[in-house]
T-cell receptor
Framework: QKEVEQNSGPLSVPEGAIASLNCTYS??????FFWYRQYSGKSPELIMS????GDKEDGRFTAQLNKASQYVSLLIRDSQPSDSATYLC???????????FGSGTKLNVKP | SAVISQKPSRDICQRGTSLTIQCQVD?????MFWYRQQPGQSLTLIAT?????????ESGFVIDKFPISRPNLTFSTLTVSNMSPEDSSIYLC???????????????FGSGTQLSVL
């Protein structure tokens, strides 16, 4: 079983719509959760982090965490073509400095 | 967050040769991490590089194939030895940081090295 699972997509949404990206993780001891954006040919860029149950909002981005369901999501409001990228979910299980990454969901925002 | 410079940004290499990738950080960090991202795949941790000690390798990765140096708190190298086409991948250097200050640790990445082995 993979540590972090994501739907590979592609997820296609029209410009201005809400994009919803989902991630599940296998180990309940996971403590920290992250969303990275990776443009083609570029390195991952951290866009959101969340550590407690509930929602965390930052501009057009909202991260949602449900530890009981072992589920993390990222909502992108008012999606723009520039949001088209692969979004990687990552979890940090403990204080051994190990981050586990999902395989990423490719998002296409159509003008 | 730390500025992480990685070079080369890309290279095309012949089978059987070796390539050394350099990673420079603009601040002192305890641990540096080397990841591999194969085409269409996620990031896989190769090893953790600590200054003053041998690197810690993850399952499936060995020092003979991926020797790592960590001569000081701001610099590390990863060598991909005796390359084969299966080593074609993006190699990423990363460090942990607290950004903003006082926040939980996060992982930040260098610009990556795109390696193609013919």
């Amino acid at each position: 079983q993979k540590e972090v699972e994501q739907n590979s997509g592609p997820l296609s949404v029209p410009e201005g719509a809400i994009a919803s990206l989902n991630c599940t993780y296998s180990d309940r001891v996971s403590q920290s959760f992250f969303w990275y954006r990776q443009y083609s040919g570029k390195s991952p860029e951290l866009i959101m982090s969340i550590y407690s149950n509930g929602d965390k909002e930052d501009g057009r981005f909202t991260a949602q965490l449900n530890k009981a369901s072992q589920y993390v999501s990222l909502l992108i409001r008012d999606s723009q073509p520039s949001d088209s990228a692969t979004y990687l979910c990552a979890v940090n299980k403990d204080n051994f400095n190990k981050f586990y990454f999902g395989s990423g969901t490719k998002l296409n925002v159509k003008p | 967050s730390a500025v992480i410079s990685q070079k080369p940004s890309r290279d095309i290499c012949q089978r059987g040769t070796s390539l050394t990738i350099q990673c420079q950080v603009d601040s002192q960090v305890t641990m540096m991490f080397w990841y591999r991202q194969q085409p269409g795949q996620s990031l896989t941790l190769i090893a953790t590089a600590n200054q003053g000690s041998e690197a810690t390798y993850e399952s499936g990765f060995v020092i003979d194939k991926f020797p790592i140096s960590r001569p000081n708190l701001t610099f590390s190298t990863l060598t991909v030895s005796n390359m084969s086409p299966e080593d074609s991948s993006i190699y990423l250097c990363s460090v942990e940081g607290h950004h903003p200050p006082g926040s939980n640790e996060k992982l930040f990445f260098g610009s990556g090295t795109q390696l193609s082995v013919l």
